[in-house]
């Protein structure tokens, strides 16, 4: 741990070590990351891995293909295999209405130059003849949505600032942030105290009790979402395929393992994240009715995660008004993981030049909740 | 053409054995055997007999056969003829046999068949190719004329044949691919299984061979999973890589000189097909001719010894005139019929003694001491733990204990019983025991180490301060080990002593010279031991980061297998004791299960 920091950055997760590494790139490599347990032990490794281009804001749309454009990039850039695979999102519709709703997406999402449509139930039918389509009206298909291995990538991003020169701590808490004048003079933790002016809250679910630190309330809270993994079978299913209908979301990895998961009824909040029979006892009907296949397939294990949920289920990437130099990337709502790469760069640029430069995230500020709040739909 | 008082007919353990109490009662004896040497199958079994120390048990076969030969040779009423093939029993008691290209002509007043048994085949597509042997073959061609057919080996069934021969062919060098099994468990003693689970060698159970795999010889086989009837099931046939196939699915006696000697035969598969029909005492319904060994049912040696016992001394009381010399031999049989029936008295024997209730011999019971399972001991004490749960007729521990340390009472099928407080740690019966179920332990709780004696039967010898692979009873790494120590015994079933993490005093039941191939530590995931380590060299030493790098402990067992392995090797890495690591969280489902489990309105039944 080193005593004076250009940038201390509070959370290990994915938006943090993606943030470092990009600061690191950019040259500021005296940079203190402060994670309170292991890398990937929040949020992001406990997350769903996929990778979604498909959003009803255009300016999410644009950071989601920045992403996608890094991502492709991963190996090259940041130097591991994260079983990335380009295999597609589909989005199922279940009503009129939603097919309606879908095709304004569409349209919109190819204004901004991605490459998605709108697919009948017999081309999804041909697509995919392992799924029972029963009330499928339509649906939604971008072959570049993708997915990966959030815990091997948020670990290959600590690895690689580590190697960088990134002052990176793990199973330290950050206990306080030191303040004078509306300007950040330091920041405390239990290992010790690291001089710095500037900070940049990337805690995730705990993204609201880091904000309070430096007196700053960011609409922000935490809910628990489960999450379960099956067996690994011979590669079948391509793309992430969400019912908002039938609430869940589902992919096969890389590995051949099923990652799904769905949002409760009644999630719980905060960050005690149990899990409850009533999870898998909802999952299994659903999932099995639309892939009968799954009926006799073991599922290996269940867990949950906290969604750092924002009013609107947007990201809010701004710096403080009231604290000088006080940056935060938080409220990923249950899609940070797959916006980290643009996030990261993003972020650096604000540090660096004041501004992000390469994507335009101006709409993600807190200023928008002064005004009517336009909710992201396409959540799970 | 000459004239014996008794002829024996087979010089395996059963006509041996009668050959020498015929002689010992004074009756002229002529034994016939056709191969070269006297011993029947016990010349190629190279492994420790199971049984009574008063019955050679701890001794290995050859040394058996070696010892009874040297007893019929000193022997003058005993005539031995080798490479003598008996071609017929005719009337008027005669016997003729053909030696050297010549035809021999005996008599005998009473005669003893010990023709033994002989390989069943296995039906299957290939099955003709060279490369498929029998399972006795090929332990005629090793340990006879240190011949090894192969390099690779499958072997079909999991008897007590299959068992031993795979072990022998790990000790002679040779690789076992497995062993294949059509029934839902092993077929032979469970301590001959461990000794080559422990070694690695996988038992494929519920498995048929379908094909040999090869044109000239054999490459490979297919083999796969058979339903309840022995029906194939279609799609889980699987292509094993061997150019040896043996074929060790059981014996069939050897019957037609004893149907030629006028003796009724009736097919009783308990004992292991057609059988001389006979009484208590081997006579058969031809009242002069008499049998013993696997002729009478597919057994073991010790049994066909007792039974060729029984046999010679019902024989000789025909020959003996002194009524007080009647009545001791009369004494001598009991005892031996009342042995027997305690060798017979386990649940091993079950089939056995089903076959012949149906010959009106009843085996009575015989009261077991209770068992203890497998004991752990006192803590920190050097002494011998016994793995040896399973009811068979062996004794030799108790034997080999001078200090009347382990128990096993009248019953020899009882599970022995260890009283702690006389076990000294001589390990005596270590060395002894011939399934190799013993081993040594010795905690150290200061330095977290514990010292675990292996028997070790195979060559080289690993050496003092020498680094090993610690192995559970799979033949699955552990940890790494140093040798402490090695010591020799005569009856060359040596003990390595090893050094390894106190955690793993209970797991490591093996020890191999590490391979170059990295062995799987997460058996569910393929990870090897070089694949972690290599992981922790770059960096990685928090254990929740290796397990999502690598996957390690996250497949369908939950770690269960490996975590502590994990564990141990990243302790081994950074120093820091397991009992420090963080060692992950448990979630929901323990065991993995099917969604169709959670599947409401589905019918319960």
Redesign the interface.
Known sequence: MISQASVVIIGGGIIGTAIAFNLAKLGVKDVSVFEK?????GST?RCGGGIRQQWTSPMNVRLAMRSVKLFERFKLDVGMDIEYYQGGYLLLAYTEKEVEDFSENVKMQRGEGLDVVLLTKRQIAQKFPFMNLEGVKGGTWCPTDAHANP??AN?AYA?AI?QMGVDLN?YTTVEGIDTQGGKIVGVQTNKGYVKTNIVINAAGGFSHEVGLMAGVDIPTYSERHQILVT?SINHVLDPMVISFRNNYYVRQTM?GSFVMGQSDKKPAKGNDLG?TIEF??E???K??HDFPF??????????SGAYDLSPDAQPIIDESRSVSRYIFAVGFSGHGFMLAPAVGEAVAEMVVYGRSKTTDISNLGMSRFASKIEKEHNVV | MKSYETIVVGGGPAGMMAAITLGSKGVKTLILDENDELGGQLVKQTHKFFGDHAHYASVRGFEIAQKLQEKIFQDTNIEVETSATVIGIYPNKMVVYAKNGKEFKATYEKLLISTGAMEKQLPFINSDLPGVYGAGAVQTLMNEYGVMPGRRFLIIGSGNIGLILAYQLIQAGAEVRGIVEALGKIGGYAVHAKKIKRLGVPIFLKHTIVRAIGNESVLGAVIAKVDNNFNIIPGTEVEKVADTICVSVGLTPLSELAEQAGCKVEYIPQLGGYVPVRNERMQTSNPDVFIAGDLSSIEEATTAMIEGKIAALEMSRNFIKIAANKKNIENEINDEIKTLALFRSGPKSAKIRTGLEKFGINIKHVPKIESYGVQIGPTGKLRAIVDCTEEIPCNSCEAACSFGAIHIGENLNSTPVVDYDKCTGCATCVTACPGLAIHMLKEDLENSTALVGIPYELLPLPEKGQKMWALDEDGNYVCDSIVKRVVKYPNKTNIVYIEVPIEFSRKVLSVSFPKKESPFVCRCEEITLDKIERVVDSGITDFEELKRLTRVTMGPCGGKNCKLVVLGILSRKTGVPISKLSHGTSRPPVKPVEFSLFMKGSDPT
């Open positions: 347990s292991y890398i990937s032990s490794g815990q091997i670990i690895m580590k793990t067996e590995h899990h898998l006892e999952m299994a009907p999932m099995v799954m009926n006799h397939l073991h599922i290996v294990r269940q867990w």
